[in-house]
């Protein structure tokens, strides 16, 4: 089933923007017809499921990897040499970088800065600035915790200072600290630096913290691409609500309310959506009929309530 992208209106120009991107492997279709738009300035966030085609459409917008069909274009150019000429405006992260474990994170960030052709050893200092490496640079890579490695990965990608960061699962595998460590450093970038960001992550309440658009993915379909401006205004409010009996409460809240808009979770709990009563009345109907209220609670619903309602159901007004 496809379904009818709606667009947040975000001000800028275009980064990267992609059209009916389509990656085909023999019978597995890996994106279809994507349509993303990445401008200036955003903190644009990719979500969906493993496999959902997140790092594929990164590895497509690095130059890692080719579309079967569809169009791609980086701050405005879509031709083969322009392409490739503006790949060297923008970091990537995506797959392990490949340390020298024996080397340190200096001579490895030198090593990187000649590979790729970036002039001046200047450029290294600067990224060890901007990551917070500076009183690390004489470490082994073999010593880095994990937290330190993905710093390194990314100082790497920050070589030159890029216009645009690509990134797949920035934060993957580091403890709380170094999540929230990585989201300061990500928005200072941004911030400061006023590089945009392309990246994916799994934890959907730090892309919260960061991100000013959002792309969902499902089965390599772009389901919605909204800004976060929008989205917080299409994030419903809800009371949840665990009774005695879930499906007798539902039965009596049809009849009371005529509500249509509710969910009952395997836990029992029962979210009601569009609840214009007080919080007190839905209390009310379930001592009214008999049955005990275990707990009542009034809430706004997240990223992950957003996208797992969306995933269900397609497209959320």
Same mark, same amino acid.
């Given at each position: 089933?496809?379904? !009818? *992208? &709606?667009? /947040?209106?975000i001000? #800028?120009?275009?980064c ?5 991107? @389509?990656?085909?492997? +023999? ?9 993303i !738009? *990445? &401008?200036? /300035?955003?903190i644009y #966030?990719l ?7 997140? @790092?594929?459409?990164? +590895?497509?917008?690095?130059?890692l ?15 083969a ?8 405006r ?11 474990p ?16 970036i002039?001046?050893?200047e ?6 600035e901007?990551?917070?490496?500076v ?6 890579c073999r ?23 690509v990134?797949d ?25 006023h ?10 309440s ?6 000013t ?9 772009l ?13 419903r ?17 049809e ?63």
């Open positions: 089933m496809k379904y !009818r *992208v &709606r667009k /947040g209106i001000m #800028g120009n275009d990267i923007e992609m059209k009916k991107l @389509t990656k085909r492997y +023999k019978n597995f279709t890996a994106l279809d017809r994507v349509d !738009r *990445v &401008r200036r /300035g955003d #966030g979500i969906g499921d493993n496999g959902a085609g997140k @790092t594929t459409l990164l +590895k497509i917008a690095s130059g990897l080719f579309p079967t069909e569809g169009e791609v274009r980086l701050f405005g150019t879509c031709g040499r322009e392409l490739e000429k503006n790949r060297s923008m970091g990537v992260l995506i797959d392990d970088t490949g340390f020298y024996s080397l340190t994170i200096e001579e490895n960030l030198e090593y990187f800065r000649i590979q790729k052709g002039p001046g050893k450029s290294v200092r600067e990224a060890l901007m990551t917070g490496l009183g690390y640079r004489r470490k082994k010593e880095l915790s994990l937290g330190m490695k993905q710093r390194l990965g990314l100082a790497i990608a920050l070589l030159g200072v890029p216009e645009v960061l990134l699962e920035p934060i993957n595998g580091l403890d709380p600290s170094g999540i929230v460590e990585m989201r300061k450093l990500l928005l200072k970038l941004n911030q400061e630096k590089i945009t960001i392309l990246l994916s992550s799994h934890i959907l730090e892309l919260e913290h960061m991100a658009v959002y792309g969902f993915l499902k089965n390599g379909e389901l919605e691409q909204v800004s976060a401006k929008e989205l917080q205004s299409r994030c409010e809800y009371v949840e609500i665990q009774v005695s009996d879930a499906q007798q409460y539902v039965v009596l809240l009849k009371a309310t005529k509500a249509e808009d509710y969910q009952v979770l395997p836990d029992g709990k029962i979210h009601i959506f569009q609840a214009e009563l007080p919080i007190e009345a839905y209390s009310k109907l379930a001592v009214d009929g008999g049955l005990s209220v275990l707990s009542l609670s009034r809430y706004r619903q997240s990223l992950e309530d957003y996208y797992m309602r969306l995933k269900k159901g397609g497209r959320i007004v």
